[in-house]
């Protein structure tokens, strides 16, 4: 079993930047493809970016290709994801997962494992 514990969300201006953090634990961390996912109120959970075991291949949601970048550390069994030019619309409750799947599984149900996510809101 892995457990995924978020952290790094916050209230910032639009403009402004955060960087979350994914600490994984209870598993091998680096056999697995990690992911962020957002839900926004009233909204259903979407995908954000994943990032493949070694860290050398990902892929972005169109909606923050160019501000997002997602990344780990293998020997912290850490991920993150830099989130700069934040938007009003960027406000959401973001979730990191894990599993075993192909870079570009996208929906959410694919993925086992799950954290608690952190709130990020951004104010216009």
């Known amino acids: 079993q892995v457990q995924l514990v978020e952290s790094g969300g916050g209230l910032v201006q639009a403009g402004g930047s955060l960087r979350l953090s994914c600490a994984a634990s209870?598993?091998?961390?680096?056999?697995?493809?990690m992911a962020w996912f957002r839900q926004a109120p009233g909204k259903e959970r979407e995908f954000v970016a994943p990032?493949?075991?070694?860290?050398?291949?990902?892929y972005y949601a169109d909606s923050v290709k160019g501000r997002f970048t997602i990344s780990r550390d293998n020997a912290k069994n850490t991920a993150y994801l830099q989130m700069n030019s934040l938007k009003p619309e960027d406000t959401a409750v973001y979730y990191c997962?894990?599993?075993?799947?192909?870079?570009?599984?996208?929906?959410?149900?694919?993925?086992?494992?799950w954290g608690q996510g952190t709130q990020v809101t951004v104010s216009s």
């Open positions: 997962a894990a599993g075993r799947v192909g870079l570009r599984t996208t929906t959410d149900r694919s993925y086992p494992y």
């Open positions: 209870g598993g091998t961390f680096w056999t697995y493809v």
């Open positions: 990032i493949n075991w070694s860290g050398d291949s990902t």
